[in-house]
């Protein structure tokens, strides 16, 4: 009697393992079950993603599952956070722990091919830059030869900081610190006499966590192209597609004037690309597997990417639009037509 | 149920359930399904994982580790550059763990032995600080520990600019010791040498001392002769190598400390974490080694008039390793294994090198099988000799 059960259950387990191994395919399906999006942001840069005072997420890479969220499940605030350092973020986006990953993340070839993500697109084009105090009395990071530099591991920030001193012959010490507070309190304290990240990280480290920002300043040179963009993995096409769509219809609602404020009143613009953007005119929802107000609520409940912004970056860090202003205010930020 | 049902003589041949019934054959039976199962959840976490890569093309394999790391360490025993392997950076990794983990096993015995006899000392005030010590460092986690030593070690010393020089040439900063090295010289390369003539010699003279010892009762000062050979061996390598005096003076030049050798506040907020609180373990392996020595042998010490100093060190001490080197393994083992909480307070151990590489190139399964391996490897040596240590002083049994 006891083998049969043992036997039994041996049995029972192998066809579990078994059927476990057929393995579920769709990370959107998963959304629509549980009924809310899992989001990857950084464990806090404000501006791009930080919980505020009351415990709530803003920021403009939170804006983005907000958008996706408002579009797929009609309420943007149906959102989970998984607050993530640069080095756990790709391996918490490939074992699926989270949806999507948004979290002021560079897109590179490594990334997109080996990593087997799928970048959605642009949200913030950035570089990377040097902060030091003022007392330092450099003036440009060619004159930054022998210095101690706090960098957080497994960013590309890392490995352009290794090419920019390489390629003009000048040699530096990293100190290399994931968690970005533990980071930054070494600068301030003097362990490093630079600290080397994206540009709009810099301004909110020197805005919001500077004892004094006046003491700081943040050198001319940029010295590489960070495109940063929200990411999903491989596998699900349909997601990536929402969430490709998603981020440029709040570029095109900008594009077209569309704000939060006059999105009901736009409904009945003549505008034939804002009826089909705001699904007056049918068919943009449809192909997407969504309903045909899918835009309209993320403009609706999240705003455009230019609202996003000013109410994010420019009021928070007092960074203007420089290259994110849209295409046609000499900017970067164009968006794929919705149509 | 019994072994008698199936004892030899029974008529009828056994069936299958008279098989199943017999101890014997159902522990091999037991122990077949208990291994099929185990390699069946092997089986299927390697596929399912290897399946699950290669459906969001994740590459796989350890082809990376010949690729250009391309990122900078802070400090190094061996050559290393951004231009460097991956395999190079792990190797790099490697070297600091084991740095850091020796230095640490080395002084948290020596610091561990002093307040574990403190703690058993006669002298109120001796014993009370060593307990305090035990108790405050033994009760906070290892990691809060870090980050204290940490935060304190920046902050506690000058910028550069204005450093504070205890000795000439020796400059404590916020970004860690500097101190003077000797410039490269042939001489020193003798006085390596000579120092290893001097180590055999010493280990000769030992054996030669003990054996007298055993014969004819009469100590010998092995230590004070020893010193003599050595300093003495060492100093006449150096004159013959030319008594080179050139020194690499660390100053300040430009941004920063130049010349020199310098111990980074990173390592040293790890070695004095792991260091101070392994030292309390310790403390409490020794003091419990050193009661569990009879109370007997002392007083048979004293009886014959053998100093209690001595007693110590030549009665008790050696009686309580034997009680002590098991519980001391696994500290040893906890230490070299609680040193990966270094990359918290970015201490270029092997895991914060892992973690850099598995997120640059994305081979997370592949860089934490190394690492794993790797503290395996470390953790099984080190038990190793122990065991070996320990069998040795148990031979010493009279």
Redesign the interface.
């Known amino acids: 009697m006891k083998?049969k059960t043992?036997?039994a259950a041996?049995a029972m387990?192998?066809a579990a393992?078994a059927a476990?191994?057929a393995?579920a395919?769709a990370v959107l399906d998963g959304i629509k079950a549980k009924g809310f999006v899992q989001c990857g942001v950084n464990t806090g840069l404000p501006g791009f993603s930080a919980a505020n005072a009351e415990g709530k997420w803003e920021g403009i890479d939170v804006d983005v599952c907000r958008g996706i969220a408002a579009a797929l499940l009609g309420d943007a605030n149906k959102v989970q956070y998984t607050p993530l350092t640069?080095?756990q973020r790709?391996?918490a986006l490939?074992s699926g722990e989270i949806d999507i990953l948004s979290r002021n993340t560079t897109a590179t070839l490594?990334?997109d091919?080996?990593?087997?993500l799928t970048f959605l697109g642009i949200n913030y084009y950035d570089g990377q830059g040097f902060l030091i105090p003022k007392a330092?009395g450099v003036s440009s990071a060619t004159e930054?030869?022998?210095?101690?530099v706090c960098v957080e591991?497994?960013?590309t920030t890392?490995?352009n900081?290794?090419?920019y001193?390489?390629a003009k012959g000048m040699s530096?010490?990293?100190?290399?610190?994931?968690?970005i507070n533990?980071?930054t309190?070494?600068f301030f304290?003097?362990?490093c006499?630079v600290y080397t990240t994206d540009a709009s990280g810099l301004a909110s480290i020197r805005t919001t966590m500077a004892p004094n920002p006046d003491d700081y300043m943040i050198l001319p040179e940029i010295i590489s192209k960070e495109p940063l963009g929200p990411a999903v993995?491989?596998?699900d096409e349909q997601w990536a597609d929402i969430g490709r769509w998603a981020l440029a219809a709040m570029l095109e609602a900008e594009e077209y004037g569309v704000t939060s404020a006059n999105v009901d009143e736009m409904k009945s613009s003549t505008n034939p690309g804002i009826q089909r953007l705001l699904g007056v005119s049918p068919g943009m929802g449809e192909a997407l597997g969504l309903d045909e107000e899918w835009a309209y609520r993320i403009i609706k409940q999240v705003g455009n990417y230019g609202e996003s912004y000013e109410k994010n970056v420019t009021a928070k860090l007092g960074v203007e639009r420089g290259l994110n202003a849209l295409w046609t205010d000499g900017g970067l930020q164009y968006a794929w037509p919705v149509r | 149920m019994s072994k008698t049902q199936n004892a030899p003589g029974g008529v009828r041949s056994k069936t299958v359930v008279d098989y199943l019934n017999d101890e014997n054959v159902r522990a091999i039976l037991y122990q077949i399904i208990a291994i099929g199962l185990v390699i069946l959840a092997g089986w299927y976490l390697v596929s399912n994982t290897l399946v699950n890569l290669e459906r969001q093309n994740i590459s796989t394999g350890y082809g990376f580790l010949d690729l250009e790391a391309s990122f900078e360490i802070s400090e190094s025993m061996v050559q290393y550059s951004a231009q460097s392997s991956y395999a190079t950076a792990l190797l790099v990794g490697l070297l600091n763990t084991v740095k850091v983990s020796l230095l640490g096993i080395i002084l948290c015995t020596i610091i561990g032995t002093i307040f574990g006899i403190a703690r058993l000392s006669s002298n109120w005030i001796v014993r009370k600080l060593a307990t305090v010590y035990v108790e405050i460092f033994r009760n906070i986690p290892v990691l809060l520990q870090l980050f204290f030593w940490y935060a304190v070690i920046p902050n506690a010393f000058p910028h550069p600019r204005d450093a504070f020089e205890p000795l000439p040439g020796v400059l404590l900063t916020s970004r860690g010791m500097y101190m003077p090295v000797p410039v490269a010289d042939n001489a020193y390369t003798l006085m390596g040498i000579a120092a290893i003539i001097a180590f055999v010699a010493i280990f000769l003279i030992k054996k030669w001392a003990k054996k007298r010892q055993d014969e004819t009762g009469q100590p010998f000062p092995v230590f004070l002769v020893g010193t003599g050979i050595f300093i003495g061996l060492v100093f006449i390598a150096y004159l013959i190598g030319g008594a080179p005096t050139d020194m690499d003076i660390p100053e300040l030049k430009g941004f920063n400390i130049r010349g020199g050798t310098n111990v980074s506040p990173e390592f040293l907020a790890v070695l004095i974490g792991l260091t101070v609180y392994t030292s309390t373990y310790v403390a409490e392996v020794v003091r419990s080694g050193i009661q569990a020595v009879p109370h007997g042998q002392w007083e048979a010490a004293d009886s014959l008039g053998i100093k209690r100093s001595v007693a110590l060190r030549k009665v008790i001490l050696p009686q309580s390793m034997r009680v002590a080197i098991p519980p001391l393994t696994n500290q040893y083992l906890n230490l070299t294994k609680n040193s990966s909480l270094a990359v918290a307070v970015g201490y270029p151990d092997l895991v914060s090198v892992s973690n850099t590489t598995m997120n640059q190139t994305g081979q997370a399964i592949e860089a934490i099988s190394i690492f794993m391996s790797i503290y395996l490897g470390l953790s099984l040596l080190t038990s190793l000799f122990m065991n070996w240590f320990n069998k040795k002083m148990a031979l010493v049994e009279r």
């Open positions: 083998i043992i036997l041996g387990s192998v393992i476990n191994n393995q395919g640069a080095a790709f391996t490939q490594t990334r091919v080996k990593l087997g330092l930054l030869d022998g210095a101690t591991p497994g960013t890392e490995l900081l290794a090419d001193f390489r530096f010490e990293p100190v290399v610190i994931e968690n533990e980071a309190a070494a304290s003097g362990r006499d993995a491989q596998g």
